[in-house]
């Protein structure tokens, strides 16, 4: 499967930004879909995920309640809603898909997006 993210940008902290991910291929809904994000001189970590159906919906806690992820199968897209961002969320974001069960670890993925930058100014 390709993964094409897009709606990164610049905000201002205390703004919102919906990033889009679009999926290759005619088994969309038989992937897990995971937003990760990463910033410079860190490591990628884990920002929300979604399983297939979108029953299930992780979220890491740096995150909760600000970001809400969700997926339209019939468009193979999945979506990633920010709000309320802060300076500390300036990354460049990255979709990812895998096989089976949703997941948190960035190495159980399969496929990945080319990301998208997103910068929230202070």
């Known amino acids: 499967v390709q993964l094409q993210a897009s709606g990164g940008g610049l905000v201002q902290a205390g703004g919102s930004l919906r990033l889009s991910c679009a999926a290759s291929g005619r088994t969309f809904s038989g992937y897990a879909m995971g937003w990760f994000r990463q910033a410079p001189g860190k490591e990628r970590e884990f920002v929300a995920a979604?399983?297939?159906?979108?029953?299930?919906?992780p979220y890491a806690d740096s995150v909760k309640g600000r970001f809400t992820i969700s997926r339209d199968n019939a468009k193979n897209t999945v979506y990633l809603q920010m709000n309320n961002l802060k300076p500390e969320d300036t990354a460049v974001y990255y979709c990812a898909a895998k096989n089976g069960l949703y997941g948190r670890d960035y190495v159980a993925y399969n496929y990945w997006g080319q990301g998208t930058l997103v910068t929230v100014s202070s």
């Open positions: 979604i399983s297939g159906s979108g029953g299930r919906t």
